[in-house]
């Protein structure tokens, strides 16, 4: 049995690891969702190639997109529940896809989303994944912000009219 860092409990998800007290998992089970996500990840990438050889690249681009959406919402959402480390991991990862936001700004690339209900929930994982990256203080904004400068109050000498 070993130990299961933070940063493995991002990429497997949510679903709750660890036995009640021994704050171990399973071997057998790391190795389920192991397999489980690596399928996942290659059913999907099979998705995205058709769609890029039968030449829709903007359903290709929205669906990668709006993989971003979910990323961003569900790493913030667990942002809690990590250690240190974990959250140093979340943190920067979050930074990564504002920097990433910032010089691609989103937009939809083109209708997938089939019925009006998945739409709706889309275009809310959408909102909420902006709303989270407004959030995110990256360097460079720190650094814009280090050289503005601030507003100070007016002296007694200035002209108030």
Do not use: H, W
């Not at 920067?92 to 019925?115: H, Q, V, W």
């Amino acid at each position: 049995m070993k130990t299961i860092s933070a940063l493995a409990i991002l990429i497997l998800g949510t679903t709750p690891l660890f036995a009640a007290d021994t704050n171990v998992v399973s071997q057998a089970r790391v190795k389920r969702l192991l397999v489980s996500n690596t399928q996942g990840e290659a059913l999907g990438a099979m998705v995205l190639l058709n769609e890029i050889r039968a030449g829709r690249t903007n359903a290709a681009l929205e669906s990668l997109e709006f993989k971003i959406d979910n990323a961003i919402v569900l790493v913030s959402g667990q942002m809690d529940e990590l250690d240190a480390c974990g959250r140093e991991s979340g943190t920067d990862f979050l930074k990564r896809m504002k920097a990433y936001r910032t010089e691609n700004p989103r937009k939809i690339e083109c209708e997938i989303y089939g019925s009006p209900e998945f739409r709706a929930v889309a275009l809310q994982t959408i909102e909420k994944a902006k709303q989270i990256l407004s959030g995110i203080k990256t360097e460079s904004s720190q650094q814009a912000e280090s050289t503005v400068p601030s507003k100070a109050a007016p002296s007694a000498s200035s002209d108030v009219r």
